[in-house]
C-alpha cells in the first residue's frame, strides 16, 4: 500500500521554479512530522525542508530563501515550491513523515536542473 506519494518532477532551466506534491493517507497528516529529503547520484540523502502536523517549518541552510514546504492535513497534502532553482539542487525527491515508532517514504520523484 502506497501511504506517501510525490508528483511535480521534471526539467527545469536554472533560475526556474517547479512545485512538489505528496499525497498520503490521513493517518499520516494527522499527526507526523513530515519532510523532503533529496538524493543526488553518488550522495547520501539530505533533509532539504521539514514541517510539524501544526506547521513549524525548518529548511537546510542551502535552500533557505529558496524553497517553501507547505501542507494542508484536511488535504492530506504536502508541497514544496521551489523557486530560482540552482543545477546543485537536481536531485531524486522524497516525501518521509516520521512517526513514533515507523518511518514512511514516498517512492520519489525526479527533479533536474539544467540549461
Known amino acids: 500500500q502506497v501511504e506517501l506519494e510525490e508528483s511535480g518532477g521534471g526539467l527545469v532551466q536554472p533560475g526556474g521554479s517547479l512545485r512538489l506534491s505528496c499525497a498520503g493517507s490521513?493517518?499520516?497528516?494527522?499527526?507526523?512530522?513530515m519532510h523532503w529529503y533529496r538524493q543526488a547520484p553518488g550522495e547520501q540523502g539530505k533533509l532539504v525542508a521539514g514541517i510539524t502536523s501544526g506547521g513549524v517549518t525548518e529548511y537546510a541552510d542551502s535552500v533557505k530563501g529558496r524553497f517553501t514546504i507547505e501542507r494542508d492535513n484536511p488535504r492530506t497534502a504536502m508541497y514544496l515550491q521551489m523557486n530560482n532553482l540552482e543545477t546543485e539542487d537536481t536531485a531524486f525527491y522524497y516525501c518521509?513523515?516520521?512517526?513514533?515508532?515507523?518511518?514512511?517514504w514516498g517512492q520519489g520523484t525526479q527533479v533536474t536542473v539544467s540549461s
Open positions: 518521509h513523515a516520521q512517526g513514533n515508532t515507523e518511518e514512511v
Open positions: 490521513p493517518r499520516i497528516f494527522r499527526t507526523y512530522p
